[in-house]
T-cell receptor, first 116, second 113 residues
Framework: AQTVTQSQPEMSVQEAETVTLSCTYD???????LFWYKQPPSRQMILVIR??????QNATENRFSVNFQKAAKSFSLKISDSQLGDAAMYFC?????????????FGEGTQLTVNP | AAGVIQSPRHLIKEKRETATLKCYPI?????VYWYQQGPGQDPQFLIS???????DKGSIPDRFSAQQFSDYHSELNMSSLELGDSALYFC????????????FGPGTRLLVL
């Protein structure tokens, strides 16, 4: 079974600074997808960014980018120019690419605080 | 853009009662997923349906059942509710041709007293 580990239960960053959230995963599959979801106090689950395992290029969405190291099974999220609205719980997630309807497996989450 | 719709948004039940949660996926999405999130925990996968057939099954109690209907909406039926069933229940949907990125609904907060 696949596992996802987020070793930082809490992180903090100053507004306008850059922060990196860590995620590692364990799998024997070669076809899979990795995601970062954000959960603000409203508890809505919001997709931040997605990475396909077969793509070597790191995904980028505006101020959010990932560092995908496939051999090391590492998938970190970098938030640049942090804003107060970035404060949330961030979950790293894995999905197998082998079958339709496959589940997301989440890490334990990292609570990000943004200080003004 | 249209999002996943879940109803009800809040639900309070007594122990041993039953509850039905509904999920309406994003238009043209053919797959729905159910997750349970307890306080301070990450979401745990329950079950998913692709084209009205069960496609993956997680740690869903036998007291729970779910199905997907011809219009692709899904219902999660929960019977003999226990205090431990109190949680936030998410539905997510995806489209097979869209690399199956899962988009989440706002969730249903279930409180069992």
């Amino acid at each position: 079974a696949q596992t996802v580990t987020q070793s930082q239960p809490e992180m903090s960053v100053q507004e306008a600074e850059t922060v990196t959230l860590s995620c590692t995963y364990d799998t024997s599959e070669s076809d899979y997808y990795l995601f970062w979801y954000k959960q603000p106090p409203s508890r809505q689950m919001i997709l931040v960014i997605r990475q396909e395992a077969y793509k070597q290029q790191n995904a980028t969405e505006n101020r959010f980018s990932v560092n995908f190291q496939k051999a090391a099974k590492s998938f970190s999220l970098k938030i640049s120019d942090s804003q107060l609205g970035d404060a949330a719980m961030y979950f790293c997630a894995y999905r197998s690419g082998l079958a339709s309807g496959s589940r997301l497996t989440f890490g334990e989450g990292t609570q990000l605080t943004v200080n003004p | 853009a249209a999002g996943v719709i879940q109803s009800p948004r809040h639900l309070i039940k007594e122990k041993r009662e039953t509850a039905t949660l509904k999920c309406y996926p994003i238009p043209r999405h053919d797959t729905v997923y159910w997750y349970q999130q307890g306080p301070g925990q990450d979401p745990q996968f329950l079950i998913s349906f692709y084209e009205k057939m069960q496609s993956d099954k997680g740690s869903i109690p036998d007291r729970f059942s779910a199905q997907q209907f011809s219009d692709y909406h899904s219902e999660l039926n929960m019977s003999s509710l226990e205090l431990g069933d109190s949680a936030l229940y998410f539905c997510a949907s995806s489209r097979t041709s869209g690399k199956e990125t899962q988009y989440f609904g706002p969730g249903t907060r279930l409180l069992v007293l």
